[in-house]
């Protein structure tokens, strides 16, 4: 892969979002220094996807303000900002008659004129961010065509073209299966970008992230390095469930095990789980 640009510091400062009367982001203020690498956590309806839309400058806030590098993104031209901060949406576009070339050829559109066709450097860094997805023998394939997880790879493809030192990503391993969920975080890691990381999978937010933000009813209640923030406490507090968790021996990182609320995830006197 090309060169990204330079890693900017990325910072909501007391954002909310009101949305016909209900408040779905209430005062968050975070940051993401310079390609540091921040999972997103927290149960359905936390607001972690209206938040990261207000990252991106696709919903603006109803208060508060979201700074890249001390500068107020509803301030800066869009194809500025395009040239610094990417986003891979949760959801995929509809159909539309366009291959995935096609589709991963828009992330080179901030630094084109009106009308400009690919250059060679383009459809190399085009080809380059298929081939990192392991995209790139469908390049020419109709991207309605795809399944929900190439789909996926596809839109992490264009981010990644894009060449912005900055990324949002909104649960970008949706649909994929393990390998490529690990191969998409990796990619991301290597970049050596400013990331946040909307993640439903703890393990993977651990393994992945410099830090934890844990998002619960619109507030951020918890953010620090991951041993830090996935205690046995805060995930019964946020996601009522009790957990074990423990050290990975070769990594250090923390691996959990949930279980229902209200029953214990100890293994009982003969070394086995609880039935």
Not at 51 to 70: I, K
Not at 153 to 176: C, F, K, S, W, Y
């Amino acid at each position: 892969m090309r060169e990204t640009g330079t890693p900017a510091t990325l910072r909501a400062e007391k954002v909310s979002v009101v949305i016909g009367g209900r408040a779905l982001v209430q005062d968050v203020t975070f940051q993401v220094g310079p390609g540091e690498v921040v999972a997103l956590v927290g149960p359905n309806g936390a607001g972690k996807s209206t938040l990261l839309r207000t990252l991106y400058r696709a919903l603006r806030p109803t208060s508060g303000r979201v700074l890249l590098d001390g500068e107020d993104v509803w301030r800066m031209p869009g194809r500025r900002l395009a040239r610094r901060l990417a986003a891979v949406l949760q959801e995929t576009p509809g159909e539309f008659d366009l291959t995935v070339y096609d589709v991963t050829a828009m992330g080179r559109t901030p630094y084109k004129r009106a009308f400009q066709g690919d250059d060679a450097d383009d459809r190399r860094i085009i080809m380059d961010a298929l081939e990192s997805l392991d995209v790139a023998d469908l390049a020419e394939a109709p991207f309605d065509r795809l399944s929900g997880g190439e789909k996926q790879r596809v839109l992490i493809a264009r981010a990644l073209a894009q060449g912005t030192g900055t990324m949002v990503l909104d649960e970008p391993t949706n649909h994929l299966d393990m390998r490529h969920q690990l191969d998409a975080l990796q990619q991301v890691r290597r970049l050596g970008v400013t990331a946040i990381v909307a993640l439903h999978d703890l393990n993977l937010a651990a393994a992945f992230g410099d830090r934890i933000c844990v998002l619960n009813a619109g507030r951020v209640v918890a953010t620090g390095p991951p041993a830090a923030v996935l205690t046995p406490a805060l995930l019964e507090e946020v996601y009522r469930v009790t957990a074990d968790v423990h050290s990975d021996p070769r990594t250090g990182i923390p691996q959990i095990s949930v279980m229902p609320y209200g029953r214990s995830a100890s293994p009982g006197a003969d070394g086995r789980p609880p039935k």
